[in-house]
């Protein structure tokens, strides 16, 4: 991981608690040294769901992905206002 400075951009985040291939943990080190640097980040960490999973819908590969979670197709909308919001 690369080292945050005062001038990294702003940075939206996602991860699942669950995830088996990728501690949470991570996600959890690259906010805080986000916030710790006066940065503009969210970090969105979803109770359920496995490492991969990308925008969770059926529209990524329609009848085929097994990993469709309705649930999980939240990050999307959260990262759009994320970026609607903090990114000029």
Known sequence: MGTVTADTPPLFIWHTATDQQVPVQHALSMAQAMWQHGNSCELCVL??????????????????????????????ERALTFIRTFVH
Do not use: I, K, N
Request: with cysteine; aromatic share 14%.
């Open 47 to 76: 109770a359920r769901g496995r490492h991969g999973v990308s925008l969770a819908c059926d529209e990524v590969d329609p009848g085929e992905f097994d990993m469709v979670d309705d649930y999980l197709t939240q990050w999307f």
